[in-house]
């Protein structure tokens, strides 16, 4: 077998490969064989037919297997002759092949990048850190007891709070855009779910009243046909609502999972909830302060076919198919082979620091991660057992642990500070 090897670009290459005639005929053969001991031919007994006979009724389909397993076990020898590392399926651009002549074909790859070696030089870090405070515990009982409340229709003038039901229409110029109009529309007031300006402007209002707010669109609104320009809403007022929280009673404690109905347990599960929420949240933060410094300091040539398969995946696990594709915007598109092109060019950095630094993963730190995870559930021991029957679950903690370790090993030599904030900013910044 000849092998020659072609570099079009840094990753590209070209690999053409010959096949002696003898090996094609030992193919050929070799399939032959294996068809005439199971061909049912009339006149014949099963396996007993001439081979002449079966070359008439099977050569061409012998012909096609033996082309196929002969073009991937030597594009297969010849990759491992050359030492290459593919990336993706090869293309194997067909060949006629002539009657006792030896084949030749032709097949085009991307190869994985060779790191030699990694930048990062950094002298200091600025970490965010929080502690729990009261007023954070009492957020969230804010919280739990929105999530049951009940409304109560009242009659007076919208206030802050209140849950409205209104019709709206929006114009620019006195002509409708997409998205701009509803009719029993459900909205409560201060939560910022509309642009500036549009829950304000129902202040005052009354059950039965209209009104037409002027209102500017935020210069980044997603839409470009309306960011910027100024809209007039009409609105009516259907219904008007006053929220009624429930009790932090005993009752109420009880419904929300804590067996004592005890306020002071609640508030105690709040706080570990918190906390394991503000550690994930710093240690995230972190991650990715340092992954930004490693990707700023070392520019690295990607394989398009890398960048598609994770664009891919990002797209299946944000839009997954339930037997129905989904169509995808150009917009979702650019997104996704940003992220992806992140994703990737890390992926080989930290790969390139582990080998550097003969890392592997902290076995008793993979538990530890998970037994943070499953502290969070109900049933702890039930979670514990389904990761451990999970195999990509296990690899994706195996790989957080992994990047962590590799965070250590890069601070080091830098110098970290903390920042005291509020567990709200560092949780929303």
């Not at 009242?154 to 206030?159: C, G, I, M, S, Y």
């Not at 849950?163 to 910022?192: H, P, T």
């Not at 979702?332 to 992806?340: G, S, W, Y």
């Not at 998970?370 to 029957?389: F, G, Q, R, S």
């Amino acid at each position: 077998m000849h092998v020659s090897v072609e570099a079009p670009s840094k990753l590209e290459r070209r690999i053409t490969i010959t096949v002696p005639v003898e090996k094609m005929t030992e193919a050929y053969d070799k399939q032959l064989t294996k068809l005439a001991k199971n061909a049912k031919i009339a006149g014949f007994r099963p396996g007993k037919a001439p081979l002449n006979v079966i070359k008439q009724r099977y050569g061409d389909s012998a012909r096609k297997e033996a082309l196929s397993e002969i073009i991937q076990s030597s594009l297969y020898a010849a990759i491992n002759q050359e030492k290459l590392n593919p990336v993706g399926v090869p293309a194997v651009e067909p060949k006629v092949v002539e009657p006792n002549q030896p084949l030749e074909f032709v097949a085009t790859f991307e190869v994985m990048p060779e790191l030699e070696g990694f930048r990062f030089k950094l002298e200091t870090l600025e970490k965010k850190v929080a502690s729990i405070t009261e007023a954070d515990i009492e957020k969230v009982l804010e919280h739990l007891r929105m999530q049951h409340v009940h409304w109560k229709k009242v009659e007076r003038e919208a206030q802050n709070k209140d849950q409205v039901v209104i019709d709206f229409r929006g114009a620019i110029n006195g002509v409708a855009f997409a998205g701009g109009e509803a009719r029993d529309y459900s909205l409560i007031l201060g939560s910022k779910t509309m642009i500036p300006g549009f829950e304000e402007g129902i202040l005052g209002m009354k059950t039965g009243e209209d009104k037409i707010i002027p209102i500017t669109f935020p210069e980044n609104y997603p839409s470009k046909d309306v960011a910027g320009k100024v809209a007039e809403f009409t609105i009516k007022v259907i219904a008007i609502s006053q929220p009624e929280l429930p009790e932090l009673d005993e009752a109420f404690i009880k419904k929300l999972g804590i067996k004592t109905g005890n306020l002071a347990d609640l508030q105690t599960e709040i706080k570990k909830n918190l906390e394991r929420e503000l550690e994930r949240v710093v240690n995230l933060k972190l991650k990715n302060q340092v992954f930004d410094v490693l990707l700023e300091q070392n520019t690295i040539e990607l394989p398009h076919a890398m960048i598609e398969q994770e664009a891919n995946r990002i797209h299946d696990e944000v839009h997954p198919h339930h037997g129905q594709p989904h169509q995808h915007t150009k917009e979702e598109m650019a997104r996704f082979d940003e992220i992806a092109k992140r994703n990737v060019a890390l992926g080989l950095l930290v790969a390139e620091i582990v080998k550097q630094h003969t890392l592997s993963v902290n076995a008793s730190r993979v538990q530890d991660y998970l037994a943070k995870i499953t502290a969070a559930y109900e049933d702890p021991a039930e979670v514990m057992k389904w990761y451990a029957n999970n195999k990509r679950a296990q690899a994706e903690i195996e790989m957080h642990v992994l990047e962590d370790q590799v965070v250590e090993k890069l601070l080091e030599q830098v110098q970290v500070t903390h920042k005291m904030v509020s567990y709200n900013e560092l949780v929303n910044s």
